[in-house]
């Protein structure tokens, strides 16, 4: 079974300090999402990846950025956290590259909380 | 660009049936189900495929027009394990080249005894 794991559940920090949420594969997956979840918005795509040191743009990436040095790690950064990014934030993975039709796997998320 | 979906929310009966609905804008290669239940991961359901091909789900059905970019996803016979949330994700081909796969905001499922 392809297993996400995300290095928090639940994470608490202040208005301007910088974040870092971290996720791994172990299935050797060429593809990583990071999505955030809000109540009636549904996952919107933040970045994604299709290959070690690639990034692109989802549809909400301001505020954030991105760090994939190894295929297995994909890392989202709050370069400065605002109270807006309060929100569920779930990382996936898919095998294939840029072919169509690869089911995600996703993480359990990380509820993120800034004050 | 986000893809809709309706109903919003639906509330069963154990034994009834349900019909969710997806729509795009956009010309679409694929179309992707998952089931979130409450405090967990979305879990894999189903994939459409632009052609017809479907991968998934033996107990769920779902059907994609390529011409009108929808999918409907079919629960019969509902069980009380089908409550969740159910999201739709669409993937076309976006500026770049790459696709990527952008959901909709959900239809939350709730089956009682």
């Known amino acids: 079974d392809v297993k996400v794991t995300q290095s928090s559940r639940y994470l608490v920090k202040r208005t301007g300090e910088k974040v870092f949420l971290e996720c791994v594969q172990d299935?050797?997956?060429?593809?990583m999402f990071w999505y955030r979840q809000d109540p009636g918005l549904g996952l919107r795509l933040i970045y994604f990846?299709?290959?070690?040191?690639?990034?692109e743009k989802g549809d909400i990436p301001e505020g954030y950025s991105v760090s994939r040095e190894k295929k297995e790690r994909f890392s989202l950064i709050l370069e400065s956290a605002s109270t807006n990014q309060t929100s569920m934030y779930l990382c996936?993975?898919?095998?294939?590259?840029?072919?169509?039709?690869?089911?995600?796997?996703f993480g359990n998320g990380t509820r993120l909380t800034v004050t | 660009q986000q893809p809709v979906q309706s109903p919003q929310a639906v509330i069963l009966r154990e034994g009834e049936d349900a019909v969710i609905n997806c729509s795009s804008s956009?010309?679409?290669?694929?179309v992707h189900w998952y089931r979130q239940k409450h405090g967990e991961a979305p879990v894999f359901l189903m994939i459409l495929l632009k052609g017809g091909e479907q991968k998934g789900h033996d107990k769920i059905s779902a059907s994609f027009n390529e011409k009108k970019q929808q999918s409907s996803l079919y629960l019969t016979a509902s069980q009380l394990s089908y409550s969740g949330t159910y999201f739709c994700g669409t993937e076309g081909m976006f500026s770049g080249g790459y696709n990527k796969l952008i959901f909709g905001a959900g239809t939350r499922l709730a089956v009682h005894p």
């Open positions: 990846s299709y290959d070690v040191k690639m990034k």
């Open positions: 956009k010309a679409l290669y694929s």
């Open positions: 996936a993975s898919s095998s294939g590259g840029a072919e169509i039709g690869s089911p995600l796997h």
């Open positions: 299935m050797d997956h060429e593809n």
